[in-house]
Structures are given as structure tokens and as C-alpha cells.
């Protein structure tokens, strides 16, 4: 499986980003076997974890962080996942990253492939 992540960019304290991650490769119609996941990484910070989505899309889990900021979402239809990210902080400034991996629950798992990362840029 394949993953391409993309929709970063800069933006001001408040504003909103839409990220995409398209999967691709694999046997057909297997994205929706996997929990997806989104994960970031600051400059000298270990990456951490922001939401993951069950298999369906009925289940998510959001990092305190992040909760009532963003929103994890997928279209398995079109094999991809998004993250809504709105009211933006300075902190919020990473490289984001999605993942597919094998279900351990209903939103934990073990993640097996990335993506390239997005670069998101918060400005005060």
C-alpha cells in the first residue's frame, strides 16, 4: 500500500487545513481493511500520534490536543482519509503523516505503511 499525503501549506493562528491521504497498490478494495491514522512530527520532537479512524469509519480517537480542533474522516470509496484542522495554534507546526495499519481494536493498531508527510506551518 501506498500513501500520499498532501493539502499542507502555511497559515495564520485560527485559520483551517484540509489534509488528504490517498492510498494506493495492495489487492483491490483492501483500503478499508485497515484503521488509518494521522501522526505528526515537530522539529526536534518524536513523532506523536493525532487521530485514528476504525475500519468502517464509525469509530475515532483524537489526542487531547486536537480534540474539538480537528476531525479525522475517510472515504473508502476513494481510498483516502482526511483531517480537518481547524483554529490552528503555532503548535500545531509539524510534518504530518498518514498510516495504514493492522487493527489491534477498533481504532488501535499497528501500523504498517506512512506516508511522505505534509509540511504545516502555523504562524503567530
Known amino acids: 500500500v501506498q500513501l500520499q499525503a498532501s493539502g499542507g501549506g502555511l497559515v495564520e493562528a485560527g485559520g483551517s487545513l484540509r489534509l488528504s491521504c490517498a492510498a494506493s497498490?495492495?489487492?483491490?478494495?483492501?483500503?478499508?481493511?485497515?484503521?488509518m491514522g494521522w501522526f505528526r512530527q515537530a522539529p526536534g520532537k518524536e513523532r506523536e500520534f493525532v487521530a485514528a479512524?476504525?475500519?468502517?469509519?464509525?469509530?475515532?480517537y483524537n489526542t487531547d490536543s486536537v480534540k474539538g480542533r480537528f476531525t479525522i474522516s475517510r472515504d473508502n470509496a476513494k481510498n483516502t482519509l482526511y483531517l480537518q484542522m481547524n483554529s490552528l495554534k503555532p503548535e500545531d507546526t509539524a510534518v504530518y503523516y498518514c498510516?495504514?495499519?493492522?487493527?489491534?481494536?477498533?481504532?488501535?493498531?499497528?501500523?504498517?505503511?506512512w506516508g511522505q508527510g505534509t509540511q504545516v506551518t502555523v504562524s503567530s
Open positions: 497498490g495492495g489487492t483491490f478494495n483492501t483500503f478499508n481493511t485497515y484503521v
Open positions: 498510516a495504514a495499519g493492522r487493527p489491534q481494536g477498533v481504532v488501535r493498531a499497528t501500523y504498517d505503511y
Open positions: 479512524m476504525s475500519r468502517s469509519g464509525d469509530s475515532t
